[in-house]
């Protein structure tokens, strides 16, 4: 099972470059969610998704969009990188409510 | 006061310790919960989920109280693999909305 796929593993960015971090789920999971974590700190939630078509913020959305356009996928997008964007961005998705999240293996990100 | 809360540590325990984690939690709306393993810079990994008759497996041991709030984590025969940070997570009910604690820094020496 593949699970949770994101790509790139890496990405070197300059400042106001815009580039889409992909997330894909094989597990037909209704909830999707991106995280960044910065050093030594805890997960903040970006934009999630309750499903096909529906997307919502998270605590920290500025500066990125989110589509789902379906159930698979959910891409991130930056739309104009700044160096605070510097992180690693996790991708996450989940069955239904007494489900754990399944994570992927995360996108390091540096804004130069 | 964050929703869900644990000591971030860091604790520091020989290999063959037995160590304990609690986690608070403040909605009482919360449904289902779970223990996270990250390792420095890797994707969190699902431990074990936590039910209210207490569960186990191998080393690790999962209690929920819901009268008081908190789940804890027991890690019996630390190994130094054991070495890294445990989240505490949440999902409420009624939604779709997931609370990760802030996580508590694990250290097994030799």
């Known amino acids: 099972n593949a699970g949770v796929t994101q790509t790139p593993k890496f990405q070197v960015l300059k400042t106001g470059q815009s580039m889409t971090l992909q997330c894909a789920q094989d597990m037909n999971h209704e909830y999707m969610s991106w995280y960044r974590q910065d050093p030594g700190m805890g997960l903040r939630l970006i934009h999630y998704s309750v499903g096909a078509g529906i997307t919502d913020q998270g605590e920290v959305p500025n500066g990125y969009n989110v589509s789902r356009s379906t159930t698979e996928d959910f891409p991130l997008r930056l739309l104009s990188a700044a160096p605070s964007q510097t992180s690693v961005y996790f991708c996450?998705?989940?069955?239904?409510?007494?489900?754990?999240?399944?994570f992927g293996d995360g996108t390091r990100l540096s804004i130069l | 006061r964050k929703e869900v809360e644990q000591d971030p540590g860091p604790f520091n325990v020989p290999e063959g310790a037995t160590v304990a984690f609690n986690c608070t939690y403040s909605?009482?709306?919360?449904?289902?919960f779970f223990w996270y393993r990250q390792d420095c810079r890797k994707e969190p990994k699902l431990l074990m989920s936590v039910y209210s008759s207490g569960n186990e497996d191998g080393r690790f041991t999962a209690q929920l109280n819901r009268a008081s709030q908190y789940i804890s984590l027991l890690i019996r025969d630390s190994k130094l693999s054991d070495s890294a940070t445990y989240l505490c997570?949440?999902?409420?009910?009624?939604?779709?909305?997931?609370?990760f604690g802030a996580g508590t820094r694990l250290f097994v020496k030799a």
């Open positions: 997570v949440v999902n409420r009910a009624g939604g779709f909305k997931t609370i």
């Open positions: 909605n009482s709306a919360s449904q289902s």
């Open positions: 996450a998705s989940r069955g239904g409510v007494n489900q754990p999240q399944h």
